[in-house]
């Protein structure tokens, strides 16, 4: 399977903006592409 979903960084780890249909601790590829938002005091 091959989703793109939206995250957040917080503290160390990622948080998906939606529900994913993954197996509780199932292992997944991800890529970091990373997004400029205007509310973003200090972008990466």
Partial sequence: ??????AVYENGV????EPL???E???VT???S???DA???HPL
């Avoid at 399977?1 to 939206?6: A, C, F, G, I, L």
């Avoid at 990622?14 to 903006?17: K, Q, S």
């Fill in 1 to 6: 399977m091959e989703k793109t979903v939206q």
């Fill in 14 to 17: 990622l948080h998906p903006l």
């Fill in 21 to 23: 249909a993954l197996r």
């Fill in 25 to 27: 601790r199932q292992q």
């Fill in 30 to 32: 991800v890529t970091i």
């Fill in 34 to 36: 990373d997004k400029i």
């Fill in 39 to 41: 509310s973003t005091k």
